[in-house]
């Protein structure tokens, strides 16, 4: 499988034992341990030690791991790195981020600590939230400011309230935010991760948001609640019809490449590189795998 | 000398005499079809008409009975966490200085820790139940009991019933309703629990029968679960018991995440494996990720328009709820799990009253288990051989239940076992287990949060879920990782003496219990 | 590390601890108090992991009052890492 599908990232209180050591067991594509918002001021230094510890003990299989440090802008920030850093999570999700500025700062400090512990310089990787209305402007400047940033994830709660304005069902008011964002990220080559749907009791409101979201380039969408899990997957998943098509693509593919040749046919009609890209993806994201590829 | 799963069971065990070993799980069963041995007797009693059978109370009708020291008393559990006739009535006759009662209940439950006082003043002296929880299971782990306990499964009792080895002397049956002539039922009245299957076969066995009952209600009573030809008196109490303990939390449909995630993984598992199709019969147990397991194949079902023939077991309302949508053209129902699923039973004739016998009972001319496509079931502990034990805990207390457990595993087609693999800090999944209530041969695939674990016997259905996208994990590697994480446990220290037998539902001895060490 | 104020961290929550530093006098000792819902299991253990713990932020007198709810090895050491730096910040 080519690049790690993150359909779905589940937000886990970084101070809870259980839900952290459980953490790969809920069928999400990634997780985010969270050290910021889900931990109380007071309890920020346990929640550190807690997530470092956990990080290096337990096995979270292939679900891909990630943590969101406390802001640049509180004391929490560089200790939250110091410790986190050295357990080689998949990215660090960095909170309001404004600028490229704010990304350099974060890097420099990163390579330090990857140099100390003898980790390939480069390799940690961030996830930058945009949260505010300075960040949003700035997406696209943010997105190409470090070989680090691997995707570009919106924080709705807080970009509304630096907007002043109120969060709708609807979400007209970070219309714009969404699709600024995902552009940057599909101009640098990111990822892209939509914000968390509050109401964990509205199937059907999570699965329209999602459907939007997935309609305008988001490869997934963060989740508070395991329960909403399988509803984004199953948006998220191709049509029967899409996988037969693609399942056909692919296998002449691996055909082609055994035979050598570098170019080929489909019922006539030429088969070329983006194409069996996308094929390659809806067989990901149906969970199907072609050996050969 | 071992036996098929490699427990060393001796051949005479003291206080029980000689046993036979477990050989495997239809070893005994294929032997037996071909004796013409006879089932144990009836007793015939001759009431004239007109006959009172009406006692003033326990202590009325205990001077009734034929009451001595030795003899074999038997009960139901379908009232379970909520049951106030056993305790009652094993008082009264302690009262009388009765000794050395064999207490034959289908199974005993934490309203039972009473007994406990019973148990060490030798009242009681021999125990066959299905299960043992709280303090009456640690009582039977110290020793306190003078003979070792049998633990049966639900089938195995109706065969230890019907040929003898379970001689019931005086049968109690508790009714929600009954009337003068001792015709009874469970699915109707203040104390209703449903189905009354477990005590269909001591109605017919016992050398006498009684039956207790809250609410007299005008003749004839109906439906007539237990019939009036084999009652000999009928009791009327206060009350039987609280009908609202007989469930506690376990029909509702979990909303633990780990649970719901592991059901999932199951359900898909056996949709997937294609067992899942029109006129299919469906089993699973009453909480936790197994009832949840029901869910995901409801919805699959409604999807896909399928129809399957019938539920068996230990009935919840989201099973009969399913028969009410007409997803499965029937429900059999040994045991209710809340006294909601009692209407049911008086109201819906899809929804149909069976007996433990005709559940369960391997030494019959076949069972309804035996007809079961798929069973869900859970589990305390795994070992990587998929022995299960549901009986006795990490600290080697007896806590647990036989149940129906090795019953549906043997006779259902395919048999998941859904559990975490670990439990807060105890591995669920281990190399070795304490005790071994249901071999592996009858489990077909684990279901953990880290995958699905195929049992190597069945290589269709390695096939049938390679390409399947779902995980499939190597039950080794589970156990290694889990042992891991928890770290290596104090295995509970056990002494040489045999507290207790498990008995598999053909007779033979599957796993003994020992003496856990103070 | 010297430990200057009584902290606490964790919970009673499942796969949880909750544990108590108290400071004590130098040459006290440590005295650990110790209550686990899988005290038969995993009592010497988790006594291991807490005397490990110790050592490696060498305190050698301190109080301890530890109520475990099933809590891992990594969760054990993180709580009292947590308790030890809390008491040694002087901050609650």
Same mark, same amino acid.
């Given at each position: ?16 034992? *259980? ?5 790969? *067991? ?268 | ?19 036979? !070993? ?46 001595? /020291? ?21 008082? #009264? ?84 309703? #009954? ?7 469970? !699915? ?53 018991? /609280? ?54 194949? +409801? ?7 399928? +129809? ?16 009410? !949508? ?46 079961? /496509? ?27 239940? !036989? ?101 598999? +539902? ?7 219990? +020992?003496?856990?060490?103070? | ?92």
């Amino acid at each position: 499988m080519s690049a790690k599908l993150t359909r779905t990232m589940l937000y886990i209180p970084g101070n809870n034992p *259980a839900m952290v050591q459980n953490g790969g *067991a809920y069928g999400a594509d990634a997780i985010l341990l969270d050290l910021e918002d889900a931990v109380a001021v007071n309890r920020k230094i346990d929640a550190r030690v807690l997530v470092r510890n956990i990080m290096n003990f337990v096995n979270f299989g292939d679900v891909e791991v990630t943590v969101r440090i406390n802001g640049l802008d509180t004391e929490f920030a560089i200790d939250d790195l110091k410790e986190i850093v050295p357990q080689k999570p998949d990215a660090i999700r960095i909170p309001k981020i404004n600028s490229a500025d704010d990304v350099k700062k974060i890097d420099q400090i990163i390579t330090e600590i990857e140099k100390e512990h003898g980790i390939k310089v480069g390799s940690t990787k961030i996830h930058a939230m945009i949260e505010t209305a300075i960040g949003v402007e700035n997406a696209f400047e943010i997105a190409t400011s470090s070989k680090r940033i691997s995707a570009l994830t919106i924080g709705g709660q807080d970009l509304t309230a630096d907007m002043k304005v109120v969060k709708t069902e609807a979400g007209e008011e970070i219309s714009y935010a969404r699709r600024r964002i995902v552009m940057a990220a599909k101009a640098a080559g990111l990822a892209a991760i939509d914000t968390v749907y509050a109401d964990v009791d509205n199937e059907a409101g999570l699965i329209r948001e999602t459907e939007m979201i997935k309609g305008l380039g988001y490869d997934g969408k963060a989740v508070i609640n395991p329960r909403q899990i399988k509803p984004i997957h199953n948006v998220y998943m191709p049509t029967d019809d899409a996988i037969e098509k693609a399942r056909v693509i692919i296998e002449a593919f691996v055909k082609a490449k055994k035979e050598g040749v570098g170019v080929f046919a489909i019922n006539g009609k030429m088969v070329d590189a983006p194409v069996v890209a996308r094929a390659q993806r809806v067989l990901e994201l149906a969970g199907i795998e072609i050996g050969g590829q | 000398m071992k036996n098929a799963i490699g427990v060393d069971i001796p051949k005479k065990i003291d206080g029980l005499g000689e046993v036979v !070993s477990f050989k495997g799980e239809w070893a005994l069963v294929d032997k037996a079809k071909t004796s013409n041995v006879q089932k144990e007797p009836q007793s015939l009693r001759v009431k004239p008409k007109g006959f009172k059978k009406m006692c003033k109370d326990i202590k009325d009708c205990l001077d009734k009975l034929e009451i001595k /020291d030795g003899m074999t008393i038997s009960f139901h559990h379908h009232m379970r966490g909520g049951d106030g006739t056993i305790v009652p009535i094993i008082e #009264a006759l302690a009262n009388r200085g009765i000794k050395n009662l064999t207490l034959a209940s289908s199974s005993l439950t934490g309203a039972h820790e009473p007994l406990v006082s019973y148990v060490e003043d030798g009242t009681i002296t021999r125990i066959f139940t299905s299960g043992c929880r709280g303090k009456l299971g640690q009582a039977v782990s110290a020793g306190k009991l003078k003979y070792p306990a049998v633990f049966h499964s639900h089938g195995g009792r109706a065969r230890a019933i019907q040929e003898g080895r379970i001689k019931v002397d005086v049968s109690f049956i508790s009714a929600s309703a #009954a009337d003068d002539a001792g015709n009874a039922t469970g !699915s109707h009245g203040k104390s209703a629990c449903g189905s009354l299957g477990y005590a269909m076969i001591d109605a017919e066995y016992a050398k006498q029968v009684v039956v207790i009952t809250d609410n007299v209600v005008e003749y004839p009573c109906q439906p007539a679960s237990i019939q009036q030809c084999n009652v000999d008196y009928v009791v009327p109490i206060d009350s039987i018991g /609280d009908p609202k303990k007989i469930a506690g939390d376990s029909t509702r449909i979990t909303k633990n995440p780990m649970d719901l995630r592991i059901a999932e993984l199951a359900a898909e598992a056996i949709i997937k494996a294609n067992y899942i199709k029109e006129g299919y019969s469906f089993q699973c147990g009453a909480g936790g990720a197994s009832l949840a397991v029901a869910r995901f194949i +409801r919805e699959y079902m409604e999807q896909k328009e399928i +129809r399957g023939s019938f539920l068996l077991g230990g009935i919840t309302s989201v099973m009969t709820d399913m028969l009410e !949508s007409d997803l499965f053209k029937y429900a059999f129902d040994v045991q209710s799990f809340d006294s909601a699923v009692s209407q049911s039973i008086c109201n819906n004739p899809k929804h149909v009253e069976i007996s433990a016998n005709q559940y369960a009972n391997p030494m019959n001319c076949d069972c309804m288990t035996h007809k079961l /496509d798929v069973v869900v079931l859970a589990a305390l502990e795994v070992d990587i051989n998929f022995n299960v034990n549901v009986l006795v805990g990490a600290d080697g207390n007896i806590r647990g239940a !036989s149940g129906g457990h090795c019953d549906t595993a043997a006779g259902a087609n395919l048999t998941v076992i859904v559990a975490p693999s670990i439990r807060g800090r105890l591995p669920i999944i281990k190399k070795q287990i304490t005790t071994v209530v249901t071999p592996g041969s009858s489990v077909d695939l684990l279901v953990t949060e880290r995958g699905i674990c195929i049992n190597p016997a069945r290589k269709d259905l390695k096939k049938a879920l390679k390409d399947s996208g779902l995980p499939i994990v190597d039950i080794k590697d589970v156990a290694t990782e889990v042992e891991r994480l928890c770290g290596k446990q104090n295995e509970p220290e056990f002494e040489d003496d045999i507290v207790a037998v498990v008995e598999y +539902r053909d007779g033979s001895i599957i796993d003994v219990i +020992r003496k856990v060490k103070s | 590390m010297k430990l200057k104020i009584t902290a606490q961290a964790g919970s009673l929550e499942s796969c949880d601890l909750l544990v108590i530093v108290n400071p004590v006098e130098e040459g006290a000792g440590r005295n650990v108090e110790m209550e686990s819902m899988v005290i038969s299991e995993y009592g010497d253990s988790i006594l291991k992991d807490i005397n490990g713990i110790l050592d490696q932020f060498d305190v050698k007198d301190v109080e301890l009052v530890v109520n475990d709810r099933g809590a891992l090895t990594p969760t054990i050491k993180a709580r009292i890492e947590a308790a030890l730096l809390r008491s040694s910040k002087g901050k609650g």
